[in-house]
Nanobody, 120 residues
Framework: QVQLVESGGGLVQPGGSLRLSCAASGFTFSSGATSWYRQAPGKERELVASMGSADTSTNYADSVKGRFTISRDNAKNTVYLQMSVLKPEDTAVYYC?????????????WGQGIQVTVSS
């Protein structure tokens, strides 16, 4: 069964840090690109960070550049989003998205989302 399970969210004060994890089962992350998105109340879902299948390319939204880092542990089949110097405007539900291939056919799957709240 293909599944993404996110963890690591919660409440943090401005300036603090959190690390989100996204564990995959039923497929291999390294077979495709992986992304983190977020959706704040009343706003559209936006791309936060992405990583190519070969771990050689990463992209970030301008609003998080220099503060967030996407990484992947292929042995654990887990993707991470390290978030630092968090701001109240980073408050959102964060989603992990995976593009992967099985027997040559491309698929896309999403995690269930996890809440991150930045507030004093």
């Amino acid at each position: 069964q293909v599944q993404l399970v996110e963890s690591g969210g919660g409440l943090v004060q401005p300036g603090g840090s959190l690390r989100l994890s996204c564990a995959a089962s039923g497929f291999t992350f390294s077979s495709g690109a992986t992304s983190w998105y977020r959706q704040a109340p009343g706003k559209e879902r936006e791309l936060v960070a992405s990583m190519g299948s070969a771990d050689t390319s990463t992209n970030y939204a301008d609003s998080v550049k220099g503060r967030f880092t996407i990484s992947r542990d292929n042995a654990k089949n887990t993707v991470y989003l390290q978030m630092s110097v968090l701001k109240p405007e980073d408050t959102a539900v964060y989603y992990c998205k995976a593009n992967y291939r099985r027997f040559g056919t491309p698929y896309v799957t999403w995690g269930q989302g996890i809440q991150v709240t930045v507030s004093s």
